[in-house]
């Protein structure tokens, strides 16, 4: 595909379909450090990133697209907030992707989320995605009644198989095209999620967040796995790979993400653009010009000395 290899990582879920969820873990490994130290380390990340998306937005030739799904409750806004709260807005650009609209479900289901993806030199964040096209439909197969098809199989399954099949091209084009994919799966147990449902109803800043739909949800939760599984197995690859990111602990989720996000963007081998000669000279003789032009007072001695001085680096 390029030069570009993904990060490697003990969460990444294999290319070869051997992912089983049964064997996923949502909770932290035992040698993982505690929340104080993932806090300081994930500081060290944000200020890596922030660094790294300026060299990206200067060298103009990649993107970097982020993509997360979760079962509700296991912090997709709370860790996109967090990974990416030190980079510049201007860099940076967040989609989150809900129930379709009349005009999206006019489209093919690739299309609107095709309208947000983030232009070369910039990341760009799905806060879930096309993936729900085979996990909450697929759980929910009635909304594809909404959706119009001109034909469905007569064996839904193919259509599953037919929509893992159209996101691989797609995020081969993109990969061929210049935009790195990193795609987060946030495993949250079910356990987890109970717990945070109640805190959701327990504390009233927190009851804005409740939705009582996503707990009839939980009456799904097998289908869900399957679906995920399914997923994750077929549209994991080289150039746009699953990463299965334990959930329960949020610090060590958000860390984690954040150490993927700065191997990546390190593996792009970045670096600011370099003037060629002309543009040199060219640069050189308009400092000369506001050395003089806007230093009248210097003597004449004093004004050349300056002109010809080196430029700091950086």
């Not at 944000?46 to 997360?68: E, G, K, N, P, W």
């Not at 990463?243 to 984690?256: F, H, N, Q, V």
């Not at 970045?270 to 806007?294: C, G, H, I, K, T």
Request: with cysteine; hydrophobic share 35%; aromatic share 10%.
């Amino acid at each position: 595909m390029s030069d570009y290899t993904a990060p490697e990582s003990r969460w990444r879920v294999p290319y070869d379909e051997g992912f089983k969820i049964a064997k996923a873990a949502t909770t932290p490994p035992r040698d993982s450090h505690d929340k104080q130290w993932n806090k300081a380390r994930l500081a060290k990340m944000v200020a890596r990133i922030d660094q790294l998306q300026q060299i990206l937005y200067a060298h103009d030739h990649r993107s970097l697209l982020l993509i997360f799904q979760a079962m509700d409750a296991a912090g997709k806004d709370s860790t996109i907030r967090a990974v990416l709260s030190g980079v510049n807005p201007a860099g940076c650009q967040v989609s989150s992707f809900k129930q379709p609209s009349m005009n999206e479900l006019d489209h093919d289901f690739l299309w609107r989320t095709g309208l947000a993806l983030p232009e070369r030199g910039r990341i760009g964040v799905f806060n879930r995605s096309y993936y729900e096209e085979v996990l909450t439909v697929r759980v929910h197969p009635e909304y594809l009644r909404g959706q119009r098809l001109p034909k469905q199989p007569d064996d839904i399954e193919k259509l599953w198989q037919q929509r893992y099949e159209s996101i691989r091209d797609h995020e081969k084009h993109l990969a061929r095209n210049g935009t790195v994919i990193l795609k987060f799966w946030l495993n949250v147990s079910k356990d987890e999620q109970r717990d945070r449902f109640l805190a959701r109803l327990d504390e009233p800043e927190k009851n804005w967040k409740f939705n009582g739909g996503d707990v009839g949800e939980r009456e799904h939760w097998r289908a869900y796995m399957a679906a995920y599984e399914d997923a994750l197995k077929a549209t994991s690859r080289p150039y746009a790979p699953w990463y299965a990111i334990p959930a329960d602990s949020k610090s060590y989720m958000r860390l984690t993400v954040a150490e993927i996000v700065v191997q990546a963007l390190e593996a792009m081998n970045l670096r600011y653009p370099v003037l060629d000669a002309a543009e040199q000279q060219r640069f050189a003789e308009m400092r000369r010009s506001l050395v003089e032009n806007e230093a009248p007072k210097l003597g004449l001695k004093e004004r050349r000395l300056r002109a010809a001085r080196p430029r700091p680096a950086g």
